[in-house]
């Protein structure tokens, strides 16, 4: 079976400052994209940053950046320098190309509160 | 560009009756998708259609039915609305190209609230 799983159901930072949400998924597959994605109160399902499974290097967006341990199946999103705006629920989410038809397998989410 | 675009918004649904939710995107993409969103569940896929005129069951299918009546539209429907099919619901769209191995962020709306009492 393919799940994602994110351990951290709720998290905070204070403004300014850096946090790391968690993601670990499970594939057979040796190709597939990750993603994270954020989800404001408006509900907006807005993409964050993606990773190819086969770049090494980890994908950065300004102040976002993951850490992407393939062995380990693990996705980590660090956003730095937090900002009242980025309060949302973020979902990890991955999609093989080899055996499916292109549908995200999604995790549970993470609440993140960003306090001033 | 709209993007892709679902109506209605909200919808309040008595248990039995039917009714159906409209996407549209204007992106050109070949595959479009619909999930539901439960509180602590993520997001679930409920039916894809990889092109027009295909269409497939996804992960939570019961209850559901779908149609691609083009490349732009993919509807969702209800035949007899249940209490657990309270949710949001998503429809989503993307290029994804199985043979060359590319696929392409899904762009998603901007959602359905519909609660069946």
């Known amino acids: 079976a393919q799940t994602v799983t994110q351990s951290q159901p709720e998290m905070s930072v204070q403004e300014a400052e850096t946090v790391t949400l968690s993601c670990t998924y499970d594939t057979s597959e040796n190709n597939y994209y990750l993603f994270w994605y954020k989800q404001p109160p408006s509900r907006q399902m807005i993409l964050v940053i993606r990773?190819?499974?086969?770049?090494?290097q980890n994908a950065t967006e300004n102040r976002f950046s993951v850490n992407f341990q393939k062995a380990a199946k693990s996705f980590s999103l660090k956003i730095s320098d937090s900002q009242l705006g980025d309060t949302a629920m973020y979902f990890c989410a991955f999609v093989n190309y080899g055996g499916s038809q292109g549908n995200l397998i999604f995790g549970k989410g993470t609440k993140l509160s960003v306090k001033p | 560009n709209a993007g892709v675009t679902q109506t209605p918004k909200f919808q309040v649904l008595k248990t039995g009756q039917s009714m159906t939710l409209q996407c549209a995107q204007d992106?050109?993409?070949?595959?479009m998708y619909w999930y539901r969103q439960d509180p602590g569940m993520g997001l679930r896929l409920i039916y894809y259609s990889a092109s027009e005129g295909t269409t497939d069951k996804g992960e939570v299918p019961n209850g559901y039915n779908v149609s691609r009546l083009n490349k732009r539209e993919f509807s969702l429907r209800l035949e007899s609305a249940a209490p657990s099919q309270t949710s949001v619901y998503f429809c989503?769209?993307?290029?994804?190209?199985?043979?060359?191995?590319?696929?392409?962020?899904?762009?998603f709306g901007p959602g359905t609230r519909l609660t069946v009492t």
């Open positions: 992106m050109n993409h070949n595959s």
């Open positions: 989503a769209s993307s290029d994804f190209d199985r043979g060359r191995g590319t696929f392409y962020e899904q762009y």
């Open positions: 990773q190819e499974a086969y770049k090494q």
